[in-house]
């Protein structure tokens, strides 16, 4: 099976810590779409599977009319099985939810919701230039839970400003909402953002480690009293309501890319969409597909099923690796992890993996795995 990613780059206003490609020109959507529709005959055959997930992301998807992605889902089920799709996501902000947008989603034949909460503090909200109130997320939250909808909540934590306190009740709510699946992301202050020239210039500081692996430290512990399954450094579900999408990443999985600035990967080349719109449309509009290729070398294979499978609680398959790479490479990779196994950052058996208390330092040891 395979996977299919559809990249909607359009928002109401830009995020401060947010480096994904967007757009403020949702007027555009209608010409968008038509360019997604051609991309998606154009490439349909990079995958020989039909698809079992099925991801709108952005952007914020939710700011196009139900219209376009109603013809985004038609023109799907004309190239694909839509009865062996098991998940149907998009990406919401909680100023967009209204029943009739649910009920318009639901008819469309989506079947779960992911929607970016980031905080309930109305302060810290607008300090990262969210345009929704904790009021607004607490009303799309409780629209979402009457219609009995698969959901996933995003927090964050590691905002400028943020207490231990204000993470505490941020966490406590949600788990007074008990959404089948939440993420728990430590804020990234990446090169371009608004964020990051704020950092440079010395207006906000980044959050020390220590306060950093308190709040992640407090969100696991009130997450694993609820019943979640802390299954990846960021997401936590209930019993049954893992991403599959996102897991199918994780598991290195082949996925079809869409849309501007999308990626690709069908298990040896991946392939990267244009980050501009412009150039996206006008290319698709004489119809030319024009996702720039990248071979992977061996290596960078091996090193991709290391970043992958090292963020989740399930860990790097040593048998999954053997039957893919030459012995040499698992006895390197096993060697090259022997200080960590040795330290307790990482542990082995059938597979290895970093314990749940050290994901906060899985890029580090991460880099010291990696085939240079």
């Not at 055959?45 to 997930?53: I, K």
């Not at 950092?199 to 906000?204: A, D, F, I, S």
């Not at 996206?280 to 090193?303: P, R, W």
Request: proline fraction near 4%; hydrophobic fraction near 40%.
């Amino acid at each position: 099976m395979a996977g299919l990613y559809i990249h909607i780059p359009f928002c109401h206003s830009k995020c401060s810590y947010c480096d994904f490609y967007s757009g403020l020109r949702a007027s555009a959507a209608e010409g968008y779409v038509d360019a997604l529709l051609t991309e998606l005959s154009l490439r349909r055959d990079e995958t020989a599977d039909d698809f079992s997930t099925i991801y709108i992301g952005g952007g914020t998807p939710s700011v196009l009319p139900t219209g376009e992605i109603s013809r985004i889902a038609e023109a799907i089920g004309r190239l694909t099985d839509m009865k062996a799709v098991e998940e149907f996501t998009v990406e919401v902000n909680p100023e967009d939810v209204t029943e009739e947008l649910l009920t318009a989603y639901r008819r469309i034949g989506i079947n779960r919701i992911s929607m970016g909460v980031q905080s309930f503090d109305d302060t810290l909200l607008k300090s990262i230039n969210r345009r929704h109130t904790a009021r607004q997320a607490l009303e799309a939250t409780r629209l979402l839970r009457a219609g009995n909808w698969n959901y996933s909540v995003d927090l964050m934590f590691g905002l400028p400003g943020q207490t231990l306190s204000a993470w505490q009740n941020d966490v406590n709510r949600i788990m007074q909402i008990n959404p089948p699946h939440m993420s728990a992301y430590l804020l990234s202050y990446e090169p371009g953002t608004r964020l990051y020239a704020m950092l440079q210039t010395g207006k906000v500081t980044e959050t020390p480690e220590q306060l950093a692996s308190e709040m992640q430290q407090y969100v696991t512990d009130a997450a694993r009293a609820h019943g979640y399954n802390h299954y990846e450094i960021s997401n936590y579900a209930q019993p049954g309501f893992h991403s599959r999408h996102n897991s199918a990443y994780w598991t290195m999985t082949p996925y079809l890319g869409l849309g501007a600035s999308a990626h690709s990967y069908d298990g040896n080349v991946r392939r990267i969409n244009p980050a501009n719109i412009k150039k996206y449309m006008a290319s698709l509009s004489k119809g030319v597909a024009i996702a720039e290729c990248e071979d992977e070398t061996l290596d960078e294979i091996f090193n991709d099923y290391i970043i992958a499978g090292l963020r989740t609680a399930d860990g790097l398959s040593i048998e999954a690796l053997r039957q893919r790479f030459p012995e040499h490479y698992i006895s390197d990779l096993l060697a090259d992890a022997a200080p960590f196994i040795n330290g307790g950052e990482l542990v082995v058996d059938s597979s290895l993996a970093i314990p749940e208390c050290h994901w906060l330092k899985a890029d580090a040891i991460m880099r010291d795995l990696l085939r240079v």
